[in-house]
């Protein structure tokens, strides 16, 4: 156990790329609410994978026109041509996001057995494409922030036609917590205040543009803003605070 630990250690400090992020859902939310929650957020860079899982946040048949322009146009800025035409890495990146970390994570094999065999990313349990969560995230370190291009399946309903709140809000605390992620490393969500402006119905595609306020300490804070492709209407408005953590103290549970 000591060795597996110390393998998903050495993962957990290259960190490369970010990972998606647990949330939990509320029931019907007010127009306002603020509300606590405490799940753990991991980073594992996709080199210490052992063997290749699929990654959710690439294209599939579900994605509607508006989903596949947003990603090629994001997509196209993670790449930049020179004056002398040479191809290098541009201001933006795409977050790859699996269903498992622990299974995928050197060492992690042995650990997801201790914990819990059958767990998956809440966002990324769903095996039919389209039918609740589809969504791909991008970054820019420099600008301190992260875009994320989400499409709404017909599984997460909530008033009839439109996105269930808490939906909403696992969205939010999924872009919010990457960025936080990116900034701060391992942190944990310690409180999100959502302002729901109109609903968003379902089907469609809407963007989650978050950005930095300030850190800090521990104390990362992180806004977020929900608004239709073309960006004339606004879904939700929220402020949100991660704290960092201590990763070894996580896992071994003191």
Not at 38 to 47: G, I, K, L, Y
Not at 72 to 84: A, D, F, Q, R
Not at 164 to 190: E, K, Q
Request: hydrophobic share 35%; glycine share 8%.
């Amino acid at each position: 156990m000591a060795r597996s630990l110390g393998r998903i250690f050495k993962g957990f400090q290259r960190l490369g790329s970010r990972s998606s992020i647990q949330t939990q859902l509320s029931s019907h939310p007010p127009a306002s609410v603020s509300f606590r929650t405490s799940f753990v957020r991991t980073v594992v860079n996709p080199s210490a994978f052992s063997s290749k899982p699929r990654d959710f946040s690439l294209p599939n048949s579900s994605w509607g026109p508006e989903m596949m322009r947003l990603y090629e146009h994001y997509n196209s800025l993670c790449e930049v041509e020179t004056e002398g035409g040479e191809k290098q890495e541009g201001p933006w990146r795409r977050l790859p996001s699996y269903n498992r970390l622990l299974k995928y994570a050197t060492g992690g094999v042995h650990l997801s057995k201790m914990i819990q065999s059958k767990a998956r990313l809440f966002t990324r349990n769903m095996r039919d494409p389209g039918a609740a969560f589809e969504y791909v995230l991008f970054v820019n370190s420099e600008e301190q922030k992260c875009v994320c291009i989400f499409q709404a399946g017909h599984l997460l309903e909530g008033p009839p036609g439109y996105v269930h709140g808490g939906a909403i809000a696992t969205m939010i605390d999924t872009v919010t917590g990457s960025l936080a992620t990116l900034l701060s490393g391992p942190v944990m969500t310690a409180n999100l205040n959502i302002n729901y402006r109109s609903p968003i119905p379902l089907g469609s595609t809407v963007l989650l543009e978050s950005c930095l306020d300030k850190k800090e300490g521990r104390k990362t804070y992180i806004s977020c803003k929900v608004t239709s492709t073309d960006g004339s209407r606004v879904h939700t408005e929220t402020t949100a605070l991660f704290l960092s953590v201590n990763v070894s103290h996580l896992l071994l549970g003191v």
